[in-house]
């Protein structure tokens, strides 16, 4: 008996230390992490080149997801760094610039399930990316379409055809 009320006890100090202690936050105080730009483009990369995968695979609910998840990307950085030290041009207007229409084509591919629109607007897209990098003063890096599949654990071939 005293045993499990010991145990009861530990693991109810366990449990508050879980879900107060360790943060130093009030407990209803939300921990909030805004991604920094780097980050952001880091998963925009694996993004483009994942898209590119699924679209030469013809998995087009994946290219489809993709392409969302990009423009989520985009939507975070708008939101989270409206402004960067090294850039004149607000950030926003820069994606709308470089971004949107040839985001918006690639969609109406990817609708059309068009393997050669595909490529196309792909090809636009990353002409877009680069684009930005060269207004934003980071014209030294540069995205092409990927020359390999770094993906070895997914498949990005049709199961939707
Ligand atoms: C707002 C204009 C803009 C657009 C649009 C844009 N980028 Fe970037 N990108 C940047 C900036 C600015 C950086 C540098 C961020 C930093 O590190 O602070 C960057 C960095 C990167 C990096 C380097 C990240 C790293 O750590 O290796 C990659 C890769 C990248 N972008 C890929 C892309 C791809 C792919 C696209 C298109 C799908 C794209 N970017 C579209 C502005 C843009």
Known sequence: MKLTLLAAFSLALVISAL?????GHHPNEMVH??????EIMSLTSMR?????????GQNWALAEYELEELQE???????FHPTHKAIKQ??????????DYPLAELNKAI?????????????AVTAGCNAC????EFGFNI?????????????FTSVTK
């Open 133 to 136: 990098h060269q207004l934003s």
């Open 111 to 123: 609708k059309a399930k068009n393997v050669a629109l595909f490529t196309q607007h792909f090809d």
């Open 48 to 56: 483009h080149a994942k898209l590119w995968f699924a679209g030469q």
């Open 90 to 99: 607000p950030i926003p207007q820069l994606i709308a610039k470089t971004m």
């Open 33 to 38: 992490y805004e991604p920094g730009l780097g």
């Open 143 to 155: 995205v092409t379409r990927p020359a390999f599949n770094p993906f070895a654990n997914q498949d």
């Open 19 to 23: 879900t107060t202690g360790c943060t």
């Open 73 to 79: 990307g985009f939507e975070d950085i708008a939101k």
